[in-house]
């Protein structure tokens, strides 16, 4: 077996986050234990390494795993950077002298328990409803299904899709590392799904990926973008018909991806450089990276969030956030565009008050204000469009 292969496999058997699948791309650099058990993959901007999809191997050699990570790191010099680490980890991570900050929590629809019935879900079912008016189906797309030549038809417009839904977004392109290519070397076990108009006969109106992770208990969806004129709701409706086909094959739950800053708190020997930029880019960053918005959408599928954690070895600092954002390029603005953005948030500011807050972040206003805001936001869902993400 190859290392690639081996490489998936366990990113498939012993993911832990929704990132973890994300590591079989074959963009990054691997990182084995001494008895090949486990693996880390990493990408590396100058001497700072930045880890995808976490300890990938068991738990039994999660440990021994980064300690000789740790050592690695430590003789070549290496600045460390690991993201979505969850709860059960942080022993290992603090023990190994890592220094332990919140990154944000990730939504999770637990499947057995989500019916789509109440009040909680009337925002969902009226999206549903309103592109099933519309004749949109959303059928899976299974490679083996598709002969090469239909395949890559297909993929020819997935990824005019995709360039029609990036076109609103200030960066020049899509955001790299922490999102999956939509059209990646090989789809393992990747699964597509897309929307159709004219009953399932006509354009693909949108389209989505989901990643596996935890033995194949867990799915994520990575990535989703919808054309500029598709029907209204259409991501929620593709959102709703994965789950619900998710779930026929008896699926545990489904992550809608980190979001990030989101009640973000004070940890013993955190990162406070970190922390700051996170309050502020979820306070006044959204022209470029729109946390709250996607906050709010992802909050009305009525998920359970679970926290996570970045980790630094041996310490984060300016220089190592820095890196992050080069190896994303998030900071590559069309300018253009970026101006549009921040006009359109100038012009609807009533829409951004009304965004969905966790908790610990709302602002504390009189009884008169908040009764007055769920009413213009009650009206707004029954007049306006639904907000709609293009990509995490």
């Not at 990132?19 to 590396?44: C, H, I, M, P």
């Not at 789950?243 to 800053?261: N, Q, Y």
Request: glycine share 6%; charged share 25%.
């Amino acid at each position: 077996m190859s290392l690639l292969k081996r490489l998936e496999e366990l990113a498939f058997q012993h993911g832990q986050a929704y990132d973890s699948y994300l590591s079989t791309e074959g963009n990054l650099k691997q990182f084995w234990s001494s008895d090949r058990s486990s693996v880390v993959a990493y990408a590396k901007v100058g001497r700072f390494v930045h880890v995808q999809g976490g300890l990938l191997g068991p738990i039994e050699r999660r440990s021994v795993l980064l300690r000789e990570f740790a050592e690695f790191v430590q003789e070549n010099r290496y600045v460390a950077t690991f993201y979505n680490i969850g709860e059960a980890d942080l022993p290992i991570f603090r023990r190994h002298g890592f220094q332990v900050t919140k990154w944000g929590e990730e939504p999770l629809i637990d499947l057995p328990k989500t019916t789509w019935a109440g009040h909680d879900f009337e925002w969902v079912r009226r999206q549903a409803n309103y592109c099933r008016r519309q004749k949109a189906v959303v059928t899976e797309c299974c490679r083996d299904d598709y002969s090469d030549e239909d395949w890559s038809e297909l993929m020819d417009e997935i990824r005019s899709v995709t360039t029609e839904c990036l076109s609103t977004k200030p960066q020049q392109g899509d955001v790299k590392f922490f999102n999956g290519s939509v059209d990646p070397p090989s789809w393992d076990r990747r699964r597509l799904f897309v929307a159709r108009s004219e009953s399932g006969a006509g354009r693909i109106e949108g389209f989505l990926i989901c990643l596996p992770f935890d033995g194949g208990q867990q799915y994520a969806i990575d990535t989703y973008r919808h054309r500029l004129d598709a029907p209204r709701g259409i991501v929620p409706f593709m959102i709703h018909q994965a789950v619900e086909h998710l779930k026929s094959e008896g699926i545990r739950s489904v992550s809608l991806c980190l979001c990030p800053a989101v009640r973000y708190e004070q940890l013993p020997r955190d990162s406070w450089i970190i922390r700051r930029c996170l309050q502020f880019g979820f306070n006044y960053a959204s022209a470029f990276f729109d946390m709250p918005g996607e906050y709010h959408f992802k909050s009305r599928f009525r998920p359970r969030f679970v926290r996570r954690f970045i980790c630094h070895y041996p310490n984060a600092s300016a220089a190592s956030m820095w890196s992050t954002v080069r190896l994303s390029g998030a900071l590559k603005l069309d300018v253009q565009k970026l101006a549009n953005t921040v006009w359109r948030r100038f012009v609807r500011p009533s829409t951004r008050r009304n965004l969905a807050m966790p908790v610990e972040q709302v602002p504390k206003k009189p009884i008169r204000e908040v009764v007055a805001s769920q009413i213009s936001e009650d009206l707004e869902m029954v007049v306006a469009a639904p907000l709609q993400g293009c990509a995490q």
